[in-house]
């Protein structure tokens, strides 16, 4: 366990804070961090998702078919709550407010944190790139063209008026985006049985290694242009973030009878903060930014208590995971 805080966590923190200070310095401000997010996003993470599946196998895949399937359920299940909770709860909310409540604490920041935190406890191998992928289009692929389908639908009976969007659209944008598309291709081509030529790998390697560390650098500059406001609404998001849905994923996981080590994987990738895409968009249509900013704030953290928590937790209930000393 310390070498999990110290090799998995300490630097998240340490890289964040680094961020967050040059932010508050003036170093770097929110434009810069929309420019390094979309390095990550276009560039680093597809590089790095497609160069680890790539070099997978069928068989692999094939024991991965059951991740695919608990994740999509309990992270949309998750989304659909938070949803519900937001939007219905509360009086002075909307449906777009909890459409955005949900794009943040129905998701987690596979994108951004998920190698950076699954890796130094996992190791680096195909397996931990395969979680994260299959983690990764669900939220892309499919939470956000829901979020911002409910969002919409909410916007427009605001303005009776205004002309309404496809209800595809969102999909099809979401598809258009690499962080989807790559994994999908990488997918595709270990299926068909195309041979990988090893010597293209440093080409993908050298940016992808990239991914993590402007992520969590990315993170904490946004962090420092934003003004935190705590209140009830943020803490219960962080609630619903870091204690539901990893639990439901290791309830369901369990029942399911998943391969350990892609239990133990599945569960912290549940446990990571909300999704940064979901202030990104938040932002943009100018719908819940404080709370939503706010509980992201949150629960970053206290997933530095969450994370050895709940592998804690799910070694007890689900016994030792191979390789990995808890």
Not at 261 to 277: G, Q, R, W
């Amino acid at each position: 366990m310390l070498h999990i805080i110290l090799y998995a966590i300490v630097p998240i923190v340490v890289i964040m804070l680094v961020g967050f200070i040059s932010g508050k310095r003036g170093v770097f401000n929110g434009d810069d961090s929309k420019k390094f997010n979309k390095v990550v996003l276009d560039y680093a993470l597809p590089a790095a998702l497609f160069i680890s599946i790539v070099q997978s196998s069928r068989e692999m895949l094939a024991r991965d078919l059951k991740v695919t399937l608990v994740s999509t359920v309990v992270i949309m299940a998750c989304f659909m709550i938070v949803y519900f909770i937001f939007a219905k709860c509360f009086k002075k909310n909307t449906g777009a407010d909890g459409a955005v409540a949900a794009l943040i604490n129905g998701s987690p920041t596979i994108g951004f944190l998920g190698f950076a935190v699954l890796e130094p406890i996992f190791g680096t191998n195909a397996s931990v790139a395969l979680v994260v992928a299959i983690v990764g289009i669900v939220v892309n692929a499919i939470g956000i063209p829901v979020g911002l389908s409910l969002m919409n639908a909410s916007l427009d009976k605001q303005q009776p008026g205004a002309k309404k969007e496809s209800a595809w659209k969102p999909v099809i944008n979401a598809l258009k985006q690499p962080v989807a598309w790559a994994p999908i291709l990488a997918v595709v081509w270990v299926l068909a049985g195309i041979p990988w030529l090893k010597d293209f790998s440093p080409s993908f390697n050298l940016i992808a290694k990239a991914n993590a560390s402007m992520a969590v650098f990315s993170a904490g500059i946004t962090l420092s242009a934003i003004k935190v406001t705590i209140n009830w609404q943020a803490v219960l998001g962080s609630i619903l973030k870091l204690i539901m849905m990893p639990a439901m994923a290791l309830a369901v996981g369990m029942l399911c009878h998943m391969d350990t080590m892609n239990l133990y994987m599945l569960v912290v990738a549940c446990a990571l903060p909300p999704a940064f895409s979901g202030i990104i968009i938040a932002d943009e249509y100018d719908v819940y930014v404080a709370t939503g900013t706010s509980s992201l704030t949150l629960s970053v953290i206290l997933f530095v208590v969450a994370c050895p928590v709940w592998l804690y937790i799910t070694e007890f209930f689900a016994g030792p995971c191979p390789g990995v000393t808890i």
